[in-house]
């Protein structure tokens, strides 16, 4: 067994098929070219050694002790172990770094979840392909957050644009690259809060928002044919379309709309909308900018997913 490892998972950006994903129709999304990076390193005891810029905790695989700021990291090795107990004989040391903003929608917890089961597949020949450490990665974002489509999830591991099924729950490539920008708006909402906001305004079964539903799935099907076609002018009337549906929807604010209309004035882009749940988080446009704008998010899309090495 290697004693020395280093996995890697990118951050991503929710490109189309947002709320509309958690009802059970396809969504879209990038990696990005930001990294979360855990170097592993196997101990001749069962201790587990966890560290990051934030804080040092340590346990062992039959303690498991919980720790709240790193529940992403502890779920997945609970998860782990219970899956494949006979891997977890040795201890380890993690020492976990990343240059993704977790306050910006970046993908930060799918990023550390996706370098988490892509690390721990070193140690489990159950983990091999990326259909299985997917399920391991679901599993344990839902038991930390009680709900999750899975999308950033599969982006991080697959890297590239993808349409992600969450009913079939299959992953396909649509592209490599997309000229991408992105605006952080300067605030975030928890998406767990913003997703008990739209059912409180929307129940489920209102016909408005049934309708709402197979709205979106017309836009991101239509957004698939348009990457793949690489027609960006199309790809930006969907993104328009898709933004003012989610106004619709109660997840935009004034703030969000102006900068999803000053990214559409700008020459070398075709359309913007909010990325992520909405009520904060980003504003992505399509097309590269004539003129650089001051202060777009350094973003470019990663067609590598999470590896080893």
């Not at 749940?277 to 003129?291: E, M, N, R």
Request: glycine content about 8%; hydrophobic content about 45%.
């Amino acid at each position: 067994m290697k004693t020395r490892w280093t996995s890697r998972a990118p951050g991503s950006l929710m490109l189309f098929g947002e709320h509309a994903v958690l009802h059970g129709q396809a969504a879209i999304a990038c990696a990005i070219d930001h990294w979360l990076t855990i170097e592993w390193q196997a101990r001749d005891d069962a201790q587990l050694h966890i560290v990051t810029d934030f804080i040092e905790h340590h346990t062992d695989w039959q303690t498991l002790t919980p720790e709240p700021k790193l529940s992403f990291v502890m779920t997945v090795l609970k998860l782990f172990y219970q899956q494949a107990p006979q891997a977890c004989q040795r201890g380890l040391t993690l020492s976990i770094r990343s240059d993704i903003n977790a306050t910006q929608g970046l993908g930060s917890s799918s990023a550390v979840v996706a370098a988490m089961v892509t690390g721990l597949s070193v140690l489990s020949n159950s983990l091999l392909t990326v259909e299985a450490r997917f399920q391991l990665g679901l599993a344990s974002i839902r038991a930390v957050q009680g709900t999750g489509s899975g999308t950033d999830l599969a982006v991080a591991l697959s890297g590239g644009i993808l349409r992600f099924d969450p009913k079939m729950l299959t992953m396909q490539r649509l592209a490599d690259q997309l000229p991408i920008v992105s605006v952080y708006c300067g605030y975030k909402t928890p998406t767990p809060q913003v997703i008990r906001q739209v059912e409180a305004l929307w129940p489920k079964h209102h016909p408005l928002f049934e309708q709402w539903l197979i709205w979106i799935s017309h836009i991101t099907n239509a957004a698939c044919e348009a990457i793949q076609l690489n027609d960006l002018a199309e790809l930006g009337r969907c993104m328009n379309m898709a933004h003012g549906l989610m106004h619709g929807l109660g997840v935009s604010d004034s703030n969000l709309d102006a900068i999803a209309h000053r990214l559409r004035a700008c020459e070398g882009l075709y359309g913007a909308k909010i990325s992520g749940s909405g009520l904060g988080d980003c504003v992505i446009a399509i097309g590269t900018p004539s003129t650089p704008l001051t202060d777009a998010l350094p973003v470019h899309t990663s067609a590598l997913g999470a590896h080893c090495f």
